[in-house]
C-alpha cells in the first residue's frame, strides 16, 4: 500500500481552464494589448455569467504562457564617446581632467585636477586634491564657475566622477550639475586619450616642471602649482597661438554663473522630485530611477494605460509600468552628444 496524495482534489480559488484559455486566446488575438484591456474584453464576452478575474490574476496567466515582454534587466551601460566639437572660441570648450596621482614627500598622493579653455589654451584650474571624488570636484568647480563663468560645453574622459560606470546612461551627479547649468558634456572614446589631445600634452609640462621632485605636501604642491599656472598663461608663448600667451586671447566667459535654474515640464502631466535614494512614488508605489538624480525634478507623462514616460529637461530616460515598478530604459536618450535643455 502506498499514502494518497494530500493535494486538494481543486483549490477554492483557482481559475478556471475555460477562463484561463479564453485568456490565452484573446491576448493572441490582440497581441499588442495588456491585462487591463485584455480583462475589459472579457468582461464583455462573458457579460457577467461567470467571477471576471482580477487584472493581475490576468496578468499572472499571460505570464505564465509566455505572453507578457518582460522588462529586461539594466545592463551596465558601456562607456561610449560622444561628438567632440572644434572649441574655435574662448569658452566654447573646456577640457578637464585628473592628472595621474603621484606621492607627495609626506607619502600621501595627490591629485591633480586641470581644466584648461581649448581655444586659448589658458590654463583655468590646477588644484592639488587629495582625492578624486565628487564633493571635492564640486567644491573646485562651483570656485571655477564663479570666477570665470560657465563653458558652453566640457570635455572629459569616462572615468569618476565626470562619468560614474553605475549612474543611469553613466550619469554622474557632477555631470548631471553641468547638464542643469546649461553646459553641453563631451567625452572622449575609453582608450583614446588623444582625442584630448591638448589638455593631454599640457599635463606632460606640468608633471616635468611641478613634480620632479614633488612638494614635501599638498600646501607646497599647490604653491608650485600656481607658479606654472602663473607662467604658462602669462610667460609662455605657444606657436598655435601666434606665439601670443593664453592670456592674450582668452576673455572670462559672458555667461555668469548664478545657481541652478529652474525645470518645468509644461507639456507632461506631473513633476516627481527624486528622492535621496534614487526613487520616485507614485500611487503609493516606489519606482527606482538613479541615485545620480537624487533631488532632480523629472517630468512623468503617461502614453499608454498604466504606462509612463519619464523625462529629465528636455530628455526622456525611458517608461515605467506601475505593476513592474520598474523602469524600462531606452537607447541613448541624450542622442550621439549630452546636451542640456535649451
Not at 70 to 80: C, D, E, P
Request: hydrophobic share 35%.
Amino acid at each position: 500500500m502506498c499514502d494518497r496524495s494530500r493535494r486538494p482534489v481543486r483549490y477554492a480559488n483557482q481559475l478556471p481552464d475555460q477562463i484561463e484559455r479564453m485568456i490565452v486566446t484573446l491576448k493572441k488575438e490582440k497581441p499588442h494589448w495588456g491585462a487591463r484591456k485584455v480583462r475589459e474584453l472579457l468582461v464583455r464576452r462573458l457579460a457577467g455569467d461567470v467571477r471576471i478575474p482580477a487584472t493581475s490574476t490576468v496578468h499572472a496567466v499571460l505570464d505564465r504562457h509566455g505572453l507578457v515582454k518582460r522588462v529586461r534587466n539594466r545592463r551596465r551601460n558601456k562607456a561610449q564617446g560622444t561628438e567632440l566639437s572644434k572649441g574655435g572660441a574662448p569658452n566654447e570648450l573646456w577640457c578637464a581632467d585628473f592628472k595621474g596621482e603621484f606621492k607627495l614627500g609626506n607619502r600621501r598622493y595627490c591629485y591633480p585636477l586641470t581644466v584648461t579653455d581649448q581655444a586659448s589654451r589658458f590654463l583655468l584650474m590646477c588644484e592639488a586634491m587629495e582625492t578624486t571624488k565628487e564633493a571635492t570636484a564640486f567644491t573646485a568647480f562651483l570656485r571655477l564657475f564663479e570666477e570665470r563663468g560657465l563653458p558652453k560645453a566640457i570635455r572629459t574622459d569616462n572615468g569618476l566622477p565626470f562619468a560614474s560606470p553605475n549612474g543611469l546612461y553613466n550619469l554622474s551627479k557632477l555631470s548631471v550639475w553641468w547638464l542643469r547649468l546649461g553646459i553641453d558634456i563631451e567625452r572622449i572614446q575609453p582608450g583614446c586619450p588623444q582625442q584630448n589631445g591638448r589638455h593631454e600634452r599640457m599635463h606632460l609640462t606640468l608633471k616635468n616642471e611641478t613634480t620632479r621632485p614633488p612638494g614635501m605636501n599638498s600646501l607646497q604642491q599647490q604653491d608650485r602649482f600656481d607658479h606654472f599656472v602663473n607662467e604658462f598663461n602669462t610667460e609662455r608663448p605657444h606657436e598655435a597661438l601666434n606665439m601670443k600667451c593664453p592670456q592674450d586671447v582668452y576673455t572670462t566667459s559672458n555667461r555668469l554663473y548664478g545657481g541652478l535654474p529652474d525645470i518645468d515640464y509644461p507639456f507632461h502631466d506631473k513633476e516627481k522630485l527624486v528622492t535621496a535614494c534614487g526613487r520616485i512614488c507614485m500611487h503609493r508605489k516606489k519606482i527606482n530611477i538613479s541615485t545620480v538624480l537624487a533631488g532632480q525634478k523629472l517630468g512623468i507623462k503617461e502614453v499608454d494605460d498604466g504606462i509612463w514616460l519619464i523625462s529629465f529637461m528636455r530628455y526622456d530616460l525611458g517608461y515605467i509600468d506601475l505593476e513592474q515598478k520598474t523602469l524600462q530604459t531606452i537607447d541613448n536618450p541624450f542622442g550621439p552628444r549630452l546636451s542640456p535643455m535649451s
